[in-house]
């Protein structure tokens, strides 16, 4: 299969303003800032069932409850909660593969806001960050998801937002007994993401490549916090989701995590020798760079099709 056709599933956007930082005990969070992104209006629907709880109108489906204020549309409704309930499937069966789960046996609890205060107040995070997840993990297990959304007329940046942090906890599942690496979180998260950021974030990456002022991969692949810096926060995402989309075309899916599992528990050298068959990091980062010069500019933010 050419690289063509094998770069074709999913287009991966960078995250240019994320500053939030996961707890790396039994709370995870997330939060993102987004743009534009279309959304489908012909996924499939799903059963929806509507309720009042603790002064919230729900509307629930199986693996979601969606908390809003009564003031949104059973129609805008209906297309988030499809969106939501295809999206997991999409990522989970992509990623996780035999180990994702149908059903939850812990339901997503979605809460939207119609004002930046309420969303603020609820969150306890600035507006900017559009969406925000949470989840308390440990001991092998999920014990509560949770996403806030602050809902816009143009419904397109809530859906991309979820679209994000959905994928956050879903990776969630196989990542219960440890903190998944920032690279792999955020690189991961973003390949479900489109949008107009992909041009600008791609230059970030080009740019960088040219003026040879790249991240190490060792130093990427063992980052515990995401850069402070703005611009290098835009080159950490860019350049994370280029590896996960080099590393996915040349291995799959399944090898990514299981890098992003063993570089946590040993030297990173001997976690890509194991996964990759390579000799070492070093030599991941020049099969990598070769293959960032080698590729189309908008290419290299794009995970191939599994092979």
Sequence with gaps: MQRSSLKSLLLLVVLASVSA???RQLVAQDRFDTQKTVVSKDQPSVPVQHFVSNGWHVAATRNFRIHHRADLTSSSLQRLA??????????G??????EFAA???VTCDVYLHQTDLQYEQHSGMPVETVGYSRLKVG???VWSRQLDLRWHRDHTRTFDVASHELTHIVLADRFCWRQIPRWADEGIAITVETGDRRERLANVLQDAVEANRLFSIRDLLTARNY??????????YAQSASLVAFLAEAHGYQQVLRL???????????AVASVT???????????WQAWLRQSRKADSLIVAQEK
């Design 139 to 141: 001991r092998g297990k």
């Design 227 to 236: 850069p402070s810096d703005r611009q290098l926060a835009d080159l950490f």
């Design 21 to 23: 930082v996961r707890c």
């Design 260 to 270: 992003a599992e063993m570089s946590t528990e040993q030297d990173v050298s001997v």
């Design 277 to 287: 068959n390579w000799r070492d990091a070093t030599e991941l980062e020049t099969r």
């Design 82 to 91: 499809s969106h939501l309930e295809t999206q997991r499937h999409t990522i």
């Design 93 to 98: 069966s992509t990623w996780l593969g035999a």
């Design 103 to 105: 059903t939850w046996s």
